[in-house]
């Protein structure tokens, strides 16, 4: 059935992902819908897969962890959200021999789901010594404190989504611990009602709304031009004035050289006569001495 409904599915231009309620959405899913992400010739070597034919980035989940391996680079998380499948989460780790970012991860899961007694993890002063591993978010590299992600902890997660070994995994962005039953359940009645009222459904466009989307995506592009070709032009400017500052500071400095060149001959010359003055008074006064 669900092959059927891939084929019957239209999977429109990367222009109109735009138009799409999930692309740009932190998406609540099953670790089970999760593996159901595919990406279909045509969009290889982008970080983007479709469930039916709704492009998705971003999921969110929430479960229990069940496993924590340490691996080169990485450390990987076993998440059990009860959906019949676990979920692999990879946590980057730092580069030891590059300088650590000051910067702490904020572990909110957005405006509308905060808990003020769910936030607890990175917000709380790092402590990072030398010899401690360094763990970062995928995409802005900033530092998360995951010492209190360990099995048995349950936790809502964001993460961007990427493939290993033909493996379904999330690259952890943020997280949240989950303080009790009450806000894991809203979690997944949530998440059971974005499945059955967008995920579920295919997603479709008119075709008035493809062809203002390429229009728009259209004058984007001459615009991203235009911006580019103003860029260069204000960077021409900016050396031809770099230049002509140059030249003025040379001719200015060329003009005082001279200036203090003559100005150093004339003071020699005065300093030659009064030396000469003072030899001639040193001469006449040892001169009228002998006289005497």
């Known amino acids: 059935m669900e092959a059927e409904d891939n ?23 099953a670790a089970s819908d999760v593996h159901r992400l595919k990406r279909p010739d045509g969009f290889g070597g982008q ?8 492009p998705i980035r971003f999921v969110s989940v929430a479960g229990i962890i069940v496993a924590r391996n340490e691996i080169t680079r990485r450390t990987i998380l076993t998440l059990d959200d009860s959906s019949g499948s676990t979920l692999e989460i990879a946590i980057l780790h730092a580069d030891p021999n ?7 991860a904020q572990p909110t899961m957005g405006a509308a789901e905060t808990d003020a007694a769910a936030l ?8 990072i010594q030398s ?15 995951i010492s209190s992600l360990v099995s048995g902890a349950t936790v809502k997660i964001k993460g961007t989504l990427s493939m290993y070994r033909q493996t379904m995994q999330l690259q952890l962005e943020r997280f949240v611990l989950v303080p009790d039953t009450n806000t894991e359940m809203q979690f997944m009645d949530e998440r059971v009602q974005f499945l059955v009222d967008v995920l579920s459904v295919p997603w ?9 989307l390429r229009q728009e995506a259209e004058e984007g592009d001459m615009k991203a031009v235009e911006e580019r070709r103003r860029a260069a032009r204000r ?16 001719k200015r400095y060329e003009r005082e050289e001279k200036k203090r060149a003559k ?12 030396m000469q003055d003072i030899r001639r008074k040193r001469e006449y006064s040892e001169t009228g001495l002998q006289q005497d």
């Open 98 to 104: 590059a300088p650590a970012r000051a910067e702490i």
């Open 7 to 29: 084929a019957e599915s239209v999977f429109y231009p990367a222009f109109c992902f735009k138009a799409s309620p999930t692309h740009f959405a932190w998406v609540k899913m």
């Open 47 to 54: 970080k983007i897969f479709f469930y039916k034919n709704h």
């Open 235 to 250: 960077m021409k400017r900016r050396a031809e004035r770099e230049e002509r500052d140059q030249r003025h500071i040379q």
């Open 204 to 212: 479709v466009l008119l075709d008035e709304e493809i062809e203002h």
């Open 131 to 145: 010899n401690q591993t360094i763990h970062l978010s995928a995409t802005d590299r900033t530092t998360l404190d």
């Open 120 to 127: 607890d993890t990175s917000e709380r002063s790092l402590g």
């Open 263 to 274: 100005e150093a001959s004339v003071c020699k010359q005065d300093g030659t006569r009064v």
